[in-house]
């Protein structure tokens, strides 16, 4: 291994490190030392690779922003665009382990982003390539006919408010909106836009 690629490594783990720790305990009690412990790596080598505490949260946030649409197939123009679309309702949600985190670093970077210039800037940032996804995958459907003409922008727009709005709900347990409501909820509303059946596809 090069030595690139021990760096691109140790960061790589750092972050992670981070992700679950903010996730676990929130940012506010995190410090620079319980990072550096859970990656297994010296204080001095985490803040070689992030001098402060804040640019090192923006880096997990973006970190994590990554992560989310590795499984979605998005760049594969062969799967349906109904199926894609699917995929990434179900990857803004809190669908599994993973995701769950992501939602705990979501909460934490909103409650940063009402007090913090540079976390506000940082989400509307996120929530400007969350809303590019969406629309793109849309616009890709009406391109090749399966979708309906529509607002694009509404539409995605739309999509990202019920997966917030009903993602906090699966978080917070609450008993009246489980995983599988919350899907065919947000299918069923945005169907009649699209043109499509409203039953949640098989993905």
Do not use: N
């Amino acid at each position: 291994m090069t030595k690139a690629e021990r760096a691109l490594e140790t960061r790589e783990r750092i972050l992670t490190a981070a992700c679950e720790v903010i996730a676990e305990i929130g940012f506010e009690h995190v410090s620079m030392r319980k990072v550096a412990e859970h990656a297994a790596v010296s204080k001095a080598l985490l803040h070689y690779h992030f001098d402060t505490r804040e640019k090192l949260f923006a880096e997990a946030m973006t970190h994590s922003f990554a992560k989310t649409g590795t499984d979605t197939g998005s760049e594969d123009d062969s799967l349906p665009a109904a199926v894609v679309l699917a995929r990434i309702v179900r990857s803004m949600l809190p669908t599994d382990t993973e995701l769950h985190q992501d939602w705990k670093l979501w909460q934490e970077l909103w409650v940063r982003s009402q007090r913090d210039a540079t976390a506000r800037h940082l989400a509307v940032d996120l929530y400007d390539q969350l809303h590019a996804w969406v629309g793109g995958v849309v616009e890709r459907g009406i391109a090749s006919g399966e979708f309906t003409h529509c607002d694009v922008v509404a539409l995605a727009t739309l999509v990202l408010a019920l997966c917030d709005g009903l993602g906090i709900r699966v978080m917070l347990e609450d008993p009246r909106v489980d995983l599988d409501t919350a899907q065919s909820t947000i299918w069923r509303t945005i169907a009649p836009a699209l043109g499509i059946p409203p039953v949640f596809p098989a993905v």
